[in-house]
């Protein structure tokens, strides 16, 4: 069976991390049965975070938290979260919750 590994990439987002990991959380059951696939894993990347982003995804125990303890920019917070998700297919989302999971 195949994996989905879904990476969000964080800096200083406190105002939206909670509600785009809630619906990305939320979105695995109806991902998985629109699919086949046999689970959606959900990493976040905070990058170097100045504000309480970290700490609002830690709350979060269903989440992969990878933390880069200063900002690297987008592109390295993206690879970071490539190299740590262990889906066999990659996707990605804003942390600002520009898109929706489904």
Known sequence: M????????????????????????????????????SAVEVVAVDDGSRYKTRRIAEGFPEVKLVVHPQNRGYGQALMTGFSSASGDYLGFLDADGTCAPL
């Open 2 to 37: 195949s994996k989905l590994s879904i990476v969000i990439p964080a800096y200083n987002e406190a105002e939206a991390i909670a509600e785009i990991l809630a619906k990305c959380l939320a979105a695995r059951d109806p991902i998985c049965k629109a699919t086949g696939l």
